[in-house]
Antibody
């Protein structure tokens, strides 16, 4: 069974940093593109970042570019999101999602999704 | 303001057919596939339709998708009470170099 389990969320103050992790199992992690998508409380979905299976291609939403860094460790079946200079508007549940296509990273194909981890940025 | 435009709400009675629209532009729906996601209350989103009109295994054929130009739609036939959820469309935007979502449509089964 494919499983994605996020961790690392919590309460931080504006300007602080946080690192999210996503542990993958049940599939060959190194052959799939991976993504982060977030959802602010009571709001819709917002794509955050995508990384190709070989890390050759990385994309960020404008809202996080320069502050967030996506990375992966194929040996450990793990995806990470380093979040720096956090703002109140970054408060959201952050979902890790596998890319549906093992080849093309530039698509909005997310399947499956993890259960999410809540990040709260507040003073 | 979302890049893809969806109606905020839709409704229908059990057994009825409902359609949810998604409108975009040449840089997203006009040049890339559309994907649909279902988010049941309190749960993570789930892929419902991929590559415009393909259903993942396990998704009932009551759900169908279509796309024409810069517009797409999700149709749900034989509406059931457990179809109550928020539905999102999504596509890759070549101008933004990123994925974009619609604002979501909350479906109510009356």
């Amino acid at each position: 069974e494919v499983q994605l389990v996020e961790s690392g969320g919590g309460l931080v103050k504006p300007g602080e940093s946080l690192r999210l992790s996503c542990a993958a199992s049940g599939f060959t992690f190194s052959t799939y593109n991976m993504n982060w998508v977030r959802q602010a409380p009571g709001k819709g979905l917002e794509w955050v970042s995508s990384i190709s299976h070989s890390t050759n291609y990385i994309y960020y939403a404008d809202s996080v570019k320069g502050r967030f860094t996506i990375s992966r460790d194929n040996a450990k079946n793990s995806l990470s999101l380093q979040m720096n200079s956090l703002r109140a508007e970054d408060t959201a549940v952050y979902y890790c999602a596998r890319g549906g296509d093992a080849v093309v990273v530039a698509q909005a194909w997310f399947d499956p999704w993890g259960q999410g981890t809540l990040v709260t940025v507040s003073s | 303001q979302s890049v893809l435009t969806q109606p905020p709400s839709a409704s229908g009675t059990p057994g009825q057919r409902v359609t949810i629209s998604c409108s975009g532009s040449s840089s997203n729906l006009g040049s890339n596939y559309v994907y649909w996601y279902q988010q049941l209350p309190g749960t993570a989103p789930k892929l419902l339709i991929y590559k415009n009109n393909q259903r993942p295994s396990g998704v009932p054929d009551r759900f169908s998708g279509s796309k024409s130009g810069t517009s797409a739609s999700l149709a749900i036939s034989g509406l059931r009470s457990d179809d109550e959820a928020v539905y999102y469309c999504a596509a890759w935007d070549v101008s933004l170099s990123g994925a974009v979502f619609g604002g979501g449509t909350k479906l109510t089964v009356l």
